[in-house]
């Protein structure tokens, strides 16, 4: 892959997670498991969530909890390419939620952690997530302890 093709396929990628965290701030994540691998897995706290059906159901629990408001931010986005069809990108994900509809008082991020997401192009030349890790960096314990995810006896990451 020549350096040009290398910035045109970055920003795909870039793209990609940006829509994917726009399709669950604004829309619940319906149907977001689709940028997953069948096999994907998304990685984020005790017990990963493996398989397309796992990762939405994530999403559909989440929406049977009720309204919530969220921001996930995605900065200082970096890709490399071990070939044409391989490829591990890297960002920071700040995260802004809380339970309810907006408007919502303001307060600091729930978190920010490196997304490290390792990509495989399809035959049909889709880019789809092999695996999506996060890796805590600063966290809101109080935030987090607070939320509805967190206090729910039937959360699919709870291990």
Not at 120 to 137: M, P, Q, S
Request: with cysteine; aromatic share 10%; hydrophobic share 40%.
């Amino acid at each position: 892959m020549t350096p040009e093709q290398q910035v045109i396929e970055a920003q795909i990628l870039h793209a990609h997670v940006a829509k994917y965290w726009y399709e669950v701030d604004l829309n619940g994540g319906v149907g977001v498991s689709m940028a997953y691998t069948e096999d994907g897995v998304f990685r984020g706290s005790a017990k990963p969530l493996v398989g397309r059906a796992a990762i939405q159901h994530f999403y559909d629990w989440r929406l049977e909890k009720g309204a919530r408001t969220s921001r996930h931010l995605v900065t200082n986005f970096h890709a490399e390419f071990q070939d044409d069809a391989n490829a591990t990108s890297y960002c920071i994900m700040t995260l802004f939620a809380a339970d309810g509809t907006p408007v919502r008082p303001s307060t600091p991020p729930l978190l920010i952690s490196d997304q490290i997401d390792r990509w495989v192009k399809g035959a049909d030349g889709t880019w789809l997530v092999a695996d999506r890790n996060f890796v805590a960096i600063f966290v809101d314990s109080v935030g987090v302890k607070n939320s509805a995810m967190a206090k729910a006896d039937d959360s699919p990451f709870k291990a």
